[in-house]
């Protein structure tokens, strides 16, 4: 037996505005909210336990922004790379600086509260 990803938490000063970006950039819904603020979100009609893990945005007393231990990385579905990358700017990503040469095959980003993710070049098929 081995174990699946189900879902990742991220501490978020405004959950509601990392929900509503992770939900664009993935394609993802709202699935709930817990009393303590926290939101989980994750793919229309499979909800948590589905082929893809959800994320939960919950309202941390101090969220650290930047380079977490752990790191999102996306793949464009529906478009190239370059594509992607302007529709991530466009819905609040901004480039971020980790010390890239510039050859890399991908974008390091950030999100709307400065957590660093990537855009990776390979086009992945759509679930």
């Known amino acids: 037996m081995a174990c699946r990803i189900s879902e990742l938490v991220i501490d978020a000063a ?3 505005r990392l929900a509503a970006f992770w939900s664009e950039v ?3 819904v709202e699935l709930g909210r817990e009393d303590d603020g926290s939101i989980e979100i994750g793919p ?10 959800t994320l939960v945005l919950g309202s941390g007393r ?13 793949s464009p579905s529906d478009r190239d790379q370059d594509a992607e990358l302007e529709r991530l700017l466009a819905l609040g990503a901004r480039h971020a600086d980790v ?14 509260e400065g957590n660093e993710f990537c855009l990776l070049r390979t086009r992945l098929q759509p679930l």
């Open 26 to 28: 993935l394609g993802y």
């Open 14 to 16: 405004d959950p509601d």
């Open 44 to 53: 229309p009609g499979a909800g948590f336990g589905g082929p893809q893990p």
């Open 62 to 74: 101090d969220p650290r922004a930047g380079k977490l231990p752990l790191h999102i990385d996306v």
């Open 99 to 112: 010390g890239q040469t510039g050859t890399e095959s991908w974008h390091v980003l950030a999100d709307p």
